[in-house]
């Protein structure tokens, strides 16, 4: 069965560093990865889509990278800040797009 | 308001009491989905819907049922609601744009608990 793996679930990170989360999957060839936030009491909110056939993906200071071969994405932070806190889920869609699969997440903790 | 609206906010059930969630889009969205997050844990996806009167299970949809009459609207029932079921639920609803954006939209979640 489809499986995808966060590889921690927390973080700490001191402010001003770069946050490094790692997202795995098994079993699955998604034609999109894609990366959420998510904060306490709320619904997740969409960060950053990255295709299959994309390496790197930025946006202002976050950074994804996509590596098919290894079944692995990396979700970068940098200049990390307190507002930077919180859990950060990715998710896979398959290339019809209907289903989106997320992982079980990190949480994410920048100390001033 | 755009976006995605779920009623109720909270909720306490007992054990074999049936409800519905309620979950509306406003933005046209062809694809909806209903997921359910245990405390500390990822998305779990219950069903999803790529249209109107399309339906299909997600990883984990024994105990609940959808039906999807409209484009707008993609109610989750519950039915016989045991303990297990006690959760935040999160409707959703995304778009299939032909460069592949298919970002999903979250409702605020509601929060049941069965006792």
């Known amino acids: 069965s489809q499986k995808i793996e966060q590889n921690s679930e927390a973080l700490n990170i001191q402010e001003g560093k770069t946050a490094t989360l790692t997202c795995n999957y098994t079993n699955y060839s998604p034609a999109y990865l894609q990366w959420y936030r998510q904060d306490p009491g709320r619904g997740p909110v969409f960060l950053l889509l990255?295709?299959?056939?994309?390496k790197e993906k930025r946006k202002e200071r976050l950074k994804v990278t996509f590596d098919t071969t290894l079944k692995q994405s990396l979700f970068h932070i940098t200049a990390s800040q307190p507002a930077d806190s919180a859990t950060y889920l990715c998710a896979l869609v398959g290339s019809s797009a209907s289903k989106i699969i997320f992982g079980s997440g990190t949480r994410l903790s920048i100390r001033p | 308001n755009t976006g995605v609206t779920q009623t109720p906010k909270f909720r306490i059930l007992k054990i074999g009491q049936s409800m519905t969630l309620q979950c509306t889009q406003d933005?046209?969205?062809?694809?909806m989905y209903w997921y359910r997050q245990d405390p500390g844990m990822g998305l779990k996806l219950i069903y999803y819907s790529v249209g109107a009167g399309i339906t299909d299970k997600g990883e984990v949809p024994n105990g609940y049922n959808v039906s999807r009459s409209t484009t707008e609207d993609f109610p989750l029932r519950l039915e016989l609601a045991a303990p297990s079921q006690t959760s935040v639920y999160f409707c959703a609803s995304s778009y299939f744009r032909d460069r592949g954006r298919t970002e999903a939209f979250f409702g605020q979640g509601t929060r049941l608990t069965v006792v």
């Open positions: 990255i295709r299959e056939n994309e």
């Open positions: 933005m046209n969205h062809n694809y």
